[in-house]
């Protein structure tokens, strides 16, 4: 590893050449001059500080916020890298090439993603989160000293216990202490446990998210031909769900409130209408729906051109392979996702200039790169943010409310309420049948399709929103008026400039209409107080 000296301290009125985020300029004003340090020192000392800067709190988070600062700060020259004593972080993909840790993860289930461009080595699935969770348990490990009572042969039929006192170099000097014939088993038991038990380490997880640190740290001894055993209660030290703690849940209008108020764009209005009506996890989106279901929409219409998309053949069936569980199963997408889907292709159409082709992924960022689940997560986390609705679970710290994963609880929930029968709200969510003789999707499949157009009523929330708001007709109908008013102020904007007569316009030398200060004004003014009459209802 290598060790940071301090050149100059960062001045956030300089013009270093380059934009610097604000998260990258705080971090970096908590530098000073002269310094030298490790990173782990540094994000251990400063982590309450930078969580201020961060949007997503997580220990990961702040661990590659910091990193990107460092980064940041060699290039603007005010850090000096320097060759120093090994702190033991070691990068993942180098711990993953540890001889004992690379024959342990050949021993485990990878990951099934096919098409996102993703390293092996950071591949979820069981390999992937177990390699997470040792590395944490490495990198804590490292350079602390425990004492081990052993063995010592002093002559050839004589013994002696001896206390010894060893500075240990991570999980792999750990099993080779372990496989030393003559080691006693409670020492490393209770190493083990004490890093378990570290509350400050492990801050604001639940019981289950410890629970997997200990899975992964016997796993790693047993698949080494080492195992050990021990008893480990995580609900003595940590969080638990019970009757009392708060849960997560959505509802139709919460949902119906994050893609209005939250002021989605068309991508993400898209995806997650579909991702709801779907009922995927974010995965199979990211890496099967993305790249496998526009030219199975276009072979249920018999058109690639989405704009001859008949709504009335609504809802759709669409078959995918969830990741997780490598369960093929059967789900449908309604009239609203299919809208919004017309929609989205053509603002995909207008940004690339090229019409959708097979194996393409259908959804891109702003940067026409694919979406993954962090981005799903982030935009999701914004929009219930803008919405009015997120807010932290009582009792954490980091753990949002509102998360796109509750849209599979929505859409099961929605459908066992509407009638559909519990077999089916579980096959559109990608669970997997009690035994192998159920096989309606492919034996009857219009059977499923009838199944779940009984819910149709309640998932089409913007085609069919009388049934799916409380209140009377009257509320119902302001709704309706103020997101078409809505929408008109968004997609003639143009037209408005163009019809404004009484201010002035400023025109560019290739004739383009450019609008004025007070046109900008008056068109956020406008936009602004809809959402403020729609939030209020």
Partial sequence: MYQWQIVHEFDPKKDYAQRIPPRIGGILSLLKKDETLLSREFTE???????????????????KAVEAAFAVGVKIGIIRKLKGPNDGRIPYEEFCKIPQVSYWLSQLNSSNIKNLNVPKSRRLGTRGIYAYKLWNFHCWLWGKTFEFYRMNQIDEDKFVRKRDKITLRGVDHLLELYQELNSNSIDFVKIIKTYLLDTKKHQDNRVKTVELDSCAIK?????????????????????????????????????????????????????????????????????????????????YFKSSNHNTWDLDKCPIPVTLVRVKTDFKHTGFLDRDAIESLQKYLDHRLEKTGLPMKADEPLFLTKHNHPITTAWMEKQF???????????????????????????????????????????????????KPKDTYEKQDRLYPEFMRGQYMKASGKLNLFSNLSNNMKGNDEQVNRVTKLERQLSVTKSTFKEFLESSVEHPRIISGNGTVHPTQEEIQEYRRMNEALLKELDQI
């Fill in 45 to 63: 000392k400063n982590k309450e500080k930078i969580i201020e800067f961060l949007r997503v709190k997580t220990d990961r988070a702040v661990q």
């Fill in 219 to 299: 796993s790693f001894f047993k698949e080494n031909d080492s195992e050990i055993n021990y008893s480990f209660n995580a609900k003595s030290s940590y969080k638990f769900t019970d009757s009392e703690t708060e849960e997560r849940i959505m509802s139709l209008e919460d949902f119906f409130t994050i893609l209005t108020v939250g002021r989605p764009t068309v991508t993400e209005k898209a995806i997650f209408l579909c991702k709801f009506h779907r009922g995927l996890d974010s995965i199979t989106l990211a890496d099967r729906f993305n790249f496998q279901a526009f030219d199975q929409i276009a072979l």
């Fill in 381 to 431: 986390n914004k929009l219930a943010t803008n919405a009015g609705l997120q807010k932290k679970l009582k009792g954490y710290q980091h753990m949002n409310k509102y998360i796109s994963h509750e849209l599979r609880d929505l859409l099961k929930s929605t459908l066992i309420a509407t009638g559909v029968t519990a077999d089916v709200a579980d096959h559109c969510v990608g669970h």
